[in-house]
């Protein structure tokens, strides 16, 4: 695979493109960063390599176009299967791994609001957040450094972009997660020690000022 050519198509804040990078990240795969500004117009590369939903990340590999962040994490946990196992090997283990990932995609719903809707109606509904949080808390997480156990995996990777976000949440609402998710808390500073996690997902500062931005010029602060 070292002669392999790997591009990634991509938009900076995205948790869903975050995923990616951070699977790439722990299989230590080199590849082509490629930005997309999804705030002004798509690339004609990304229409041509996503024609049906239009939208990052999307994993190029040898010129043949992987679509969706789940798909795309395990195509690559498969692909490069000689290094930093992603999904359990056991398959009861694994389709709890998929389960739970695809839950932490609920958290989008809470978060897709933040560029549409006043202060006030946003933190009336932060309890759209904290509930799915609680509960993969209580029972996905529980006590285990990882929500693999002692391994950083699957579910990690499907959580650990929203992770980036939670400042720009908790400040816009005025609320806490580690008051209200101590579980969850830690186990985002735990997997930030993590190389292939701080060096692959956004600064959450820059996120909250591009929102702040963003918000600003569509009259919502």
């Known amino acids: 695979m070292e002669n ?24 230590a795969i080199e590849y082509e960063y490629k930005e997309e500004d999804l705030f002004s117009s ?17 994993l190029i590999h040898n010129g043949k176009p992987v679509c969706e962040s789940f798909v795309v994490v395990e ?5 490069w299967k000689d290094k930093a196992p992603l999904l359990p090997s056991d398959p009861y283990e694994r389709s709890q791994a998929r389960f739970w990932a695809s839950y932490t995609d609920k958290l989008y719903d809470f978060g897709r609001r933040i560029w549409t809707i006043k202060r006030e109606e946003f933190a009336e509904g ?19 450094p990882y929500f693999g156990g002692e391994s950083f995996g699957f579910v990690d990777i499907a ?6 976000w939670f ?3 908790e400040t816009i609402c005025n609320f806490s997660i580690e008051a209200e ?6 186990w985002g500073k735990r997997c930030m020690k993590r190389e292939s996690v701080s060096k692959s997902i956004a600064d959450s500062r820059k996120i909250y ?3 702040i931005e963003f918000r600003k010029k569509n009259g919502l602060e």
């Not at 991509?10 to 951070?22: A, E, L, N, T």
């Not at 959580?159 to 980036?164: H, P, Q, T």
């Not at 998710?181 to 830690?186: F, L």
């Open 42 to 58: 798509k690339s004609p590369l990304l229409l041509k390599m996503n024609p049906i939903h239009k939208k990052i990340p999307v």
């Open 126 to 144: 932060k309890k759209d957040l904290i509930d799915p949080l609680k509960l993969l808390e209580e029972a996905a997480l529980g006590d285990k």
């Open 167 to 169: 400042y720009t949440y």
């Open 209 to 211: 000022e591009v929102v």
């Open 75 to 79: 195509y690559i946990d498969e692909v």
């Open 159 to 164: 959580l650990i972009g929203f992770y980036s």
């Open 181 to 186: 998710c101590p579980k969850i808390a830690a």
């Open 4 to 27: 392999d050519e790997v591009i990634l198509l991509d938009f900076w804040p995205s948790m869903f493109g975050m995923r990616v990078r951070v699977a790439l990240a722990e299989k």
